[in-house]
């Protein structure tokens, strides 16, 4: 995402501690205690400016909603829609994606959505893609049994690349579109960023892919 910086970004995300949580090591195991109500934990990783997570807010109030994003001057658009929807299902959180283990106990989340991930196409950045084995190795352990990882992008290389890794932690695929607007799917919520690459003409593609049960 092109970074622009906005002024007093930090100081808003530190002044709207209900929305923004500040000490996310101490929620470790608690997460539920953060939301109104204890019901399933669906998270997105790299939100963004929060568009999705808001409208899956408004339309599941069932599920309560964490929004990780790493950057200030995105995260605090996030933040901005929040405070007018004011949603008591939506949490966000200023992480980076590679502690997640430090701020969640095993199990404790049932769904992780990776929407429009950064592609990082140089072979040399294939660790900081989030659908590298590292990555998928937390998401296994902060997910619980039937606990879900969806996947969204417009860029086919990294697409074909988390399919491959994917397999190769043995990982199910549930559902698989290589067309996603094209395919008879109801309900998409379209991202930001996706809004904007598919006006471009970009295919965009979508897996539903979970981990096998240990026993
Ligand atoms: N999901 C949004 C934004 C996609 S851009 C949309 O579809 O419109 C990818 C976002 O992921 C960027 O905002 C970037 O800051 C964030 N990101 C990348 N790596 C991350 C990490 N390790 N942890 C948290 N966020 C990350």
Redesign the pocket.
Known sequence: ?RLRNKPGAEEKLLEYDQYVVAKPDEWKGKWQDRFEKKQPLHME?????GR?LIEMAKQNPHINYLG????TS?IVSALEKQIEEDLPNVQLLQV???DLKTYFEKGEVQRIYL????PWPKNRHEKRR?TYKDFLISYETVLDDQGELHFKTDNQGLFEYSLISFSEKGMILKELYLDLHNSDVEGNIM????EKFSKKGNRIYKTVAYFPEQD
Request: hydrophobic residues 40%; glycine residues 8%.
């Open positions: 995402m990783i790299g939100m963004g400016k999705f990780i994003e790493l950057q995105v980076n994606a590679q929407t429009f991930s950064d989030l991202t930001e960023y996706e």
